[in-house]
């Protein structure tokens, strides 16, 4: 199983910036169809962005278009969401995950882990 770990969160004012890391360990990394998703308080758990194999496609919810850039660098086997123009209603915790199949309800591989918490005050 490939292992994921999340890292870059923290507390920033609105319309600050933050880019969140997904490390993950194996060999399989640039086969892997990834995301990022976020849970808030009370929230169910949802999908945020999604990028294919290569880089392309991306996908992103509305909330985030404009704002949010999903990325990833398959020689350092990492997956980022670089986050601009936060707003508090982006406050969650992020998790990144492997995506078995794509879209706007997309179903993952890995159990969820313990994400990174970005809080974001007015």
């Known amino acids: 199983q490939v292992q994921l770990v999340e890292s870059g969160g923290g507390l920033v004012q609105a319309g600050g910036s933050l880019r969140l890391s997904c490390a993950a360990s194996g060999r399989t990394f640039r086969s892997l169809v990834m995301g990022w998703f976020r849970q808030a308080p009370g929230k169910e758990r949802e999908i945020v962005a999604q990028?294919?194999?290569?880089?392309?496609?991306?996908y992103y919810i509305e909330a985030v278009k404009g704002r949010f850039s999903i990325s990833r660098d398959n020689a350092k086997n990492t997956v980022y969401l670089q986050m601009n123009n936060l707003r508090p209603e982006d406050t969650a915790v992020y998790y990144c995950?492997?995506?078995?199949?794509?879209?706007?309800?997309?179903?993952?591989?890995?159990?969820w882990g313990q994400g990174t918490q970005v809080t974001v005050s007015s």
């Open positions: 995950n492997i995506i078995l199949v794509p879209g706007p309800a997309p179903s993952v591989v890995n159990p």
């Open positions: 990028i294919g194999r290569k880089g392309d496609p991306t």
